[in-house]
C-alpha cells in the first residue's frame, strides 16, 4: 500500500486543486484552475457548481495521470470551502441553481430577524455557531423561498456543502457529508448531549435547527466521519474504482495537516480569509466572546472539537489590491514594498470588504483606508494591508484568552504566510512565535493524512502526523512601545467602522 499514492482534491473559494501526495507526506505533483467568482449584486457571491466539478474532475484525471493509472492511486481524499452550498437534481448529479459561497450576505436581514426573536442561543448552544449569513443553514431555507424551482423538484433535490457535492457525483449518487462541514451548516448538533432537548442523538441534523431555518431533513446528506471507507469512484471517471477515504472542511483540514493534535495547539491559515482553531478535546467548548465551537474532527464515531475564530478578508484583500485597485501586480510585491517603508506612516486598513467577522461579527460593517496624507505612498497601503493580518489576529487572540483558551505559540499556513515580513509581524504584534512548516499547503496535507488514516496506512491521526515536516519559527522581537501604539491605532481605526 505505501508504494501507492494519495490524492486529494483541494476544492477552494478562488481555484479547485488536485495534489499527489506519497504515503510518507512528500508532494509529488500538483494540478490547479481558478474559479471564476459570481457577484450578481452588493453583497452576493456564486459560484457555478457545474465549474467546480468539471475543474475538479480535470485536476483529478492529470494526477492519476502521474500517477500512472488509477491502480497508483491508494485512496482520495477531499477538502473544501466551507458553508458554501450547493444544489442538484439526484437523477442526474446536475446542479440546479448557482452555489451560494460561505461569503454571501444575501440572508443578514434574516438572520438579524432570527436574532430579534431571541433564537441566537439556542442556535449558539446546539450548533457552537452565531446567527450569521457565513453558514448554510439560513443560504438553503433562503434559495427553498426565493427559487421555486428548486421545491418543484420534490424528492429529486439533493443539497449539500461541496465535498457532499463532489463524493455524489465521483461516486455516482453517495449522499454524504462529514461532519466537520455538517458541523458549519447551523443544522447538526454538535454536542456530545446537544441533541437531548429534542429527544434526538447528538452529532446529526436537529429537528429545531432544519424548522427554524425552514429545510427539509431529506434533502440533506447523511453525516460520516471524516475517515473510513465511504464509497469508490465511478471506474469511468478516473479508469478505476478508487477508494474515497478522507474528507473534512479546509480549516478542519489544516488544522490537522499542522498536527494541532493535543488541546490547546492553535493553527491560523491565511488563505482567502484567515481561520484560527484552537483544539479543545472531546468536550464541545462554550464561548462567552463571539468564538465559533466546531467539529475538529469526527473518528470512529467520536469528535474532537475547537474553537475558531473566522476572519472574513485576508488573501482576497491583496487580490482586490491586485484585480480592482492595480496598485500591485501580483501578491509576491507586497514584501517588498513593506520592506520599503520605516512604518504604516498612520496608514490603517480595516479590510471588512465583506463585514467583519469574529469577534465583531457585524456583516453590515464596510472598509476603509484611514490615515492619508500627501506623504501616503503605494507602499503605505500594501503594509497597512498585510499588518491587517496581525491585527485581526491580536483580536481574536484578546477572545481567546478571555475564553481562558490563549495561545502559547501559533502554526500558520496557507498562501499569504510565504510572505516571511507578515510571518514576522504575526510574532511581534501577537508576541508569541510563530511556527510555519516547510510544506505551507497544510489543508491538503491534513485531507491526505485522514485518507491515510481511512484506507489503513496509518493507525490514527498521530502515526500520519510525521507526515507534516520541517518548520521554522519566528521570534517576537519589536519594542513594546511600537507593538502598542500600533495596536492603538488600528482600534482607533476599527471604532470608525464600528
Not at 457548481?49 to 477531499?78: F, K, N, P, T, Y
Not at 453558514?135 to 428548486?150: D, E, Q, R, T, V
Not at 472539537?305 to 510585491?333: C, K, M, N, P
Not at 490615515?371 to 499588518?387: M, P, V, Y
Request: with cysteine; hydrophobic share 45%; net charge negative.
Amino acid at each position: 500500500m505505501s508504494d501507492r499514492h494519495l490524492l486529494i482534491i483541494d476544492e477552494g473559494t478562488t481555484s479547485t486543486r488536485a495534489m499527489l501526495f506519497s504515503a510518507t507526506g512528500s508532494l509529488i505533483a500538483s494540478a490547479q484552475k481558478p474559479l471564476t467568482q459570481h457577484y450578481p449584486a452588493p453583497g452576493l457571491v456564486e459560484h457555478d457548481a457545474a465549474e467546480i466539478w468539471e475543474h475538479s474532475l480535470s485536476c483529478a484525471r492529470q494526477m492519476v495521470e502521474r500517477a500512472g493509472g488509477a491502480e497508483r492511486i491508494a485512496a482520495i481524499g477531499i477538502t473544501n470551502q466551507r458553508e458554501t452550498i450547493v444544489f442538484w437534481d439526484r437523477r442526474t448529479g446536475e446542479a440546479v441553481a448557482p452555489a451560494i459561497v460561505w461569503q454571501d450576505r444575501r440572508t443578514a436581514d434574516d438572520c438579524a430577524a432570527l436574532k430579534r426573536a431571541g433564537q441566537e442561543s439556542v442556535v449558539q448552544a446546539k450548533t457552537g455557531l452565531l446567527l450569521d449569513p457565513y453558514f448554510s443553514g439560513s443560504k438553503i431555507g433562503w434559495a427553498l423561498k426565493n427559487w421555486p424551482h428548486l421545491g418543484a423538484l420534490g424528492d429529486h433535490l439533493a443539497v449539500g456543502t461541496v465535498e457532499s457535492y463532489l463524493i455524489y457525483r465521483l461516486t455516482g449518487g453517495l449522499h454524504i457529508s462529514d461532519a466537520t462541514n455538517a458541523s458549519r451548516t447551523a443544522l447538526m448538533a454538535i454536542g456530545q448531549n446537544s441533541g437531548q432537548n429534542s429527544g434526538q442523538d447528538s452529532g446529526q441534523w436537529d429537528d429545531d435547527l432544519l424548522e427554524l431555518f425552514h429545510v427539509p431533513r431529506g434533502i440533506l446528506p447523511e453525516i460520516t466521519d471524516c475517515a473510513g471507507q465511504f464509497g469508490r469512484t465511478l471506474p469511468a471517471l478516473l479508469g478505476g474504482a478508487i477508494p474515497i477515504t478522507g474528507m473534512a472542511g479546509d480549516q478542519q483540514a489544516a488544522t490537522i495537516g499542522q498536527a494541532c493534535l493535543i488541546p490547546g495547539q492553535t493553527k491560523a491559515t491565511f488563505g482567502t480569509g484567515a481561520f484560527i482553531l484552537t483544539q479543545t478535546g472531546k468536550t464541545m467548548p462554550r464561548s462567552g466572546h463571539k468564538l465559533l465551537s466546531t467539529i475538529a474532527w469526527q473518528l470512529n464515531g467520536e469528535r474532537h472539537y475547537a474553537l475558531e475564530g473566522s476572519v472574513f478578508v485576508a488573501g482576497s484583500l491583496v487580490q482586490w489590491l491586485r484585480d480592482d485597485l492595480g496598485l500591485i501586480t501580483g501578491a509576491q510585491e507586497t514584501e517588498p514594498l513593506a520592506r520599503s517603508v520605516a512604518d504604516n506612516g498612520g496608514v490603517y486598513l480595516v479590510p471588512a470588504l465583506s463585514g467583519l467577522g469574529a469577534p465583531y461579527w457585524r456583516p453590515d460593517a464596510r472598509g476603509i483606508i484611514s490615515g492619508l496624507s500627501f506623504a501616503a505612498k503605494k507602499a503605505h497601503i500594501a503594509r497597512a494591508a498585510l499588518e491587517a493580518m496581525a491585527y485581526q489576529a491580536h483580536d481574536l487572540k484578546n477572545a481567546y484568552s478571555a475564553d481562558k483558551n490563549d495561545w502559547a505559540e501559533l502554526r500558520i499556513d496557507g498562501g499569504m504566510v510565504a510572505n516571511d515580513w507578515m510571518a514576522q509581524d504575526l510574532a511581534d504584534i501577537l508576541n508569541i512565535p510563530v511556527e510555519r512548516p516547510e510544506f505551507i499547503e497544510t489543508t491538503a496535507l491534513g485531507a491526505a493524512m485522514l485518507a491515510a488514516v481511512g484506507a489503513g496506512i496509518y493507525r490514527g491521526l498521530s502515526d500520519a502526523a510525521a507526515m507534516r515536516g520541517k518548520t521554522s519559527r519566528f521570534l517576537p522581537s519589536m519594542d513594546e512601545d511600537v507593538r502598542m501604539a500600533r495596536l492603538k491605532g488600528w482600534s482607533a481605526a476599527v471604532d470608525k467602522v464600528l
